[in-house]
């Protein structure tokens, strides 16, 4: 594995995002947004399966009890990857028919933090109104809002002690943290903990590593960003040959391949430098990630 990103996969998503590594099977997930569809990467093979859906998908969760959790247009469903089936968990925004659900990760209790946007551009840039809101989805089935006013909810990602939680909501170019209490479920004390210049894109996907560094896709920026949040600068860049990086995740056997995808959404087509928009990337930025989370429900 190279320590500069490497094209794996050229799916040419509309919207790549959400990747999640499997360590039981040593396969990689990812949706593409747009393209509604799940993808399922093999590394060893190369070889990238592809499951449609009928609505636009923001993310996924891998389950204990085998499967994935999808969160879609119309509400969160666990989708059995066989039969291609969808059965509702969870439908909270029923009364905004023009929200969809965006980026999710699940903690160390199994539990699922899953935000939502709306789909309407009001403001001629691509800003969404803040319809959205951040939820948690308990294995037991309920779901609980934990605080509204959301523009385009994104990457949501734990310190390793499992201490401090962190959130992005990408138009406020910020990365913010709350205390975080893992027996609870609950998050307090939301504070700023890191900035990004207006020349570095938007905070899009987030991953942490083993060191506690937060990992940031930059839309419009060319880059995953290495970030650390008790100083809010960035440590180290992992330039890439797409405009729009959108998130990223630490697989292989070892969790020290960084998996980055990115979107063909707003890519010049006859621009030579982005001829891989859309692609999957992987390279090894010398760090380790930490253990993909799973739904326990």
């Known amino acids: 594995m190279h320590h500069s990103p490497e094209l794996v996969c050229a799916a040419r998503a509309a919207i790549g995002e959400g990747p999640c590594w499997d360590d039981r099977t040593s396969r990689l997930y990812w949706v593409d947004i747009l393209g509604k569809a799940v993808h399922i990467f093999d590394p060893a093979s190369r070889r990238d399966h592809l499951i449609p859906l009928d609505q636009q998908v923001g993310c996924l969760a891998l389950r204990e009890r085998g499967g994935v959790v999808v969160g879609l247009e119309r509400g969160i469903y666990r989708l059995d990857l066989d039969a291609g089936e969808q059965t509702l968990l969870a439908a ?28 309407d551009e009001n403001d001629g840039a691509g800003r969404s109104a803040p319809a959205g809101s951040l939820y948690r989805l308990d294995p037991d089935g309920r779901i609980t809002r934990l605080f509204g006013g959301v523009t385009i909810s994104n990457g949501i990602a734990w310190s390793p002690d499992n201490q401090t939680m962190y959130y992005i909501d990408s138009p406020t170019r910020r990365v913010d943290a709350f205390d975080f209490n893992l027996a609870a479920g609950a998050i307090t004390n939301r504070r700023t903990v890191i900035t990004l210049p207006d020349d570095a894109g938007l905070p899009d996907g987030m991953a942490a590593d083993a060191e506690g560094f937060l990992w940031i896709g930059q839309w419009g920026g060319w880059q995953i960003g290495r970030y650390d949040p008790r100083t809010g600068r960035c440590v180290q860049a992992i330039r890439l040959p797409v405009k729009n990086v959108t998130s990223c995740a630490f697989g292989g056997p070892t969790l020290e391949d960084l998996y980055i995808t990115t979107a063909r959404l707003g890519a010049d087509e006859n621009d030579p430098r982005q001829t891989e928009a859309g692609g999957l990337f992987c390279c090894r930025p010398g760090a380790r990630g930490l253990p993909t989370r799973r739904f326990q429900g």
């Open 92 to 119: 909270p925004e029923t009364d905004r028919p023009r929200n969809r659900f965006n980026d999710g990760q699940c903690d160390a209790a199994g539990r699922l933090w899953i935000g939502s946007m709306s789909m």
